[in-house]
């Protein structure tokens, strides 16, 4: 049901997430509210950023 409310909200202009990020618990939500160009480049911005993936490995994108 969760997944047909974050598509009904994103479809409104809403957003699933608040100031606070998308939290561990809703990642898999991401390419509801996301482009998958969107997602790539949070992915890239990660990678320059961390590139051992040191800072919480795993959290959001599993590399």
Known sequence: AIREIFKLTVS???TISGEHGIGYSQKSYLPIALAR???????????????????????????
């Open 12 to 14: 409104l202009g809403g």
């Open 37 to 63: 160009t969107e997602l790539q480049l949070m992915k890239d911005i990660k990678r320059a950023f961390d590139p051992n993936n040191i800072l919480n490995p795993g959290k959001i994108f599993i590399e």
